[in-house]
């Protein structure tokens, strides 16, 4: 159980405060409810560069790096589909130069062309390396468009092409900062050792000042039911064969959610999981094989990948993944076997929120699917799913027509 307190400031700004004594540390998390899919189709990777922009200065603090390291603290970030989230642990005595440092940088960036121009390029490279250079990296860049066709899922948070970074302009940077990087639409959520009262002081100190901001408009297209399976082949110069599987599937907040997501634990729970030992462990079809959820706020991706065994070919393996789904379907999953998978997410659950930062990204988070409370929530309903559930889901959504598939063919193979 999480207990914790809840603010909302004048200006818009959520505070989730939770009192945790059994650490000298303070973490801050900031949410702000901006990501990949709201860029414009023709200038996507802004939300990601953002994320590098937010290190190079805002308008008081020219670098925001060195403050926070002499005051003992440690910080990073991340982009994805739906957010991007800032967080930095601290010793809780030097609390307010987390305040400071990131009311400034909500307040306004420096905007300068110098650090615009460096930022891009570090992205560029970034991009390089892990999607362009990297073995297996442009897989997701594939896949997305595949599964996708019109919601802005179909590229990944890095963006579609290295030319859409080239073209960002300073005037496109002031326009994203000013029509998403809000109080109005960001949530912070502060974990450790700290009163409730001395952060809500701290918030409207630092944030209080900071006025509402007239915020894009967010209008995403809804993705048409997919009628039919897709399928791409590529040859690569990579050691091994991969096949990646992925159906579409149902929102965040959706019921559906949390039995789909135990279901890719039965699947592929660790080697235990049905995939593992089946298809690696038994058969040898594959070196490895996963399943896993993509989790994004609107409806994601159910995905299955896996690397074959040299001399296997992709119908032999896409054939016993379909039998592994079959089975799921047809045969109810035994009651010892769903117990151990609802305790395996417990385990995890509980392990997580042992951190301060863990709890106060998951309070944040939990926060924009609507209501943190939720999190204390969240094992009662995963130990609600029965195996009917299970086969309902594997019905509905691991249909053959709902499927996308990339064959990523080894180059050595000759397949």
């Not at 400034?104 to 121009?117: A, I």
Request: hydrophobic share 40%; net charge negative; proline share 5%.
């Amino acid at each position: 159980m999480i207990e914790f307190k809840r603010y909302v400031l004048d200006n818009g700004l959520k505070i989730l405060v939770h009192e945790d004594y059994s650490t000298p540390l303070v973490a801050m998390n900031i949410i702000y409810n901006v990501g990949s899919r709201d860029e414009n189709p023709e200038m996507t990777g802004i939300a990601h560069l953002f994320e590098h922009l937010m290190f190079g200065g805002s308008l008081n603090i020219p670098d925001f790096d060195t403050p926070l390291q002499m005051a003992g603290a440690e910080n990073n970030a991340f982009t994805n589909n739906d957010i991007t989230n800032y967080y930095l642990t601290i010793p809780a005595n030097n609390l307010e130069t987390g305040f400071w440092l990131e009311s400034d940088r909500m307040l306004s960036l420096n905007f300068s062309e110098e650090v615009l121009n460096i930022q891009k390029k570090v992205v560029i490279e970034e991009f390089k390396l892990r999607y362009l250079n990297q073995p297996y990296g442009d897989i997701m860049i594939l896949l997305r468009p595949l599964a996708y066709k019109i919601h802005p899922y179909l590229w990944p948070a890095i963006g579609k092409s290295i030319s859409h970074i080239e073209r960002v302009t300073m005037t496109y940077v002031r326009d994203f900062f000013f029509s998403h990087y809000a109080p109005n639409n960001a949530i912070l959520s502060v974990s450790g050792y700290v009163k409730h009262e001395e952060v809500y002081r701290l918030a409207e100190k630092w944030f209080g000042p900071i006025g509402k901001r007239e915020l894009a408009v967010r209008r995403l297209p809804v993705e048409p039911v997919q009628s039919e399976e897709r399928i791409i082949e590529v040859v690569r110069d990579v050691p091994s064969d991969v096949l990646y599987k992925a159906w579409h599937m149902c929102a965040r907040d959706d019921k559906d959610f949390i039995t789909l997501d135990l279901l890719t634990d039965l699947l592929a729970g660790g080697e235990s999981g049905r995939l593992y030992s089946s298809l690696v462990r038994e058969k040898k079809l594959f070196s490895d094989i996963n399943a896993y959820l993509t989790g994004e706020l609107d409806p994601g991706l159910l995905i299955i990948n896996g690397k074959l065994m040299d001399g296997i070919s992709f119908g032999a393996a896409e054939e016993a993944v379909a039998e592994a789904i079959e089975d799921l379907i047809k045969v109810p999953v035994p009651d010892e076997e769903m117990q151990k998978v609802k305790n395996k997410y417990e385990s995890s659950m509980v392990f997580s929120n042992t951190s301060v930062l863990n709890k106060a990204m998951n309070l944040g988070f939990y926060e924009l699917l609507g209501d943190a409370n939720s999190i204390n929530n969240e094992v009662k309903l995963y130990n609600g799913v029965v195996p009917e559930m299970v086969m309902d889901a594997a019905t509905n959504y691991m249909k053959p027509a709902n499927c996308s598939s990339l064959l990523y063919k080894s180059k050595k193979s000759g397949k």
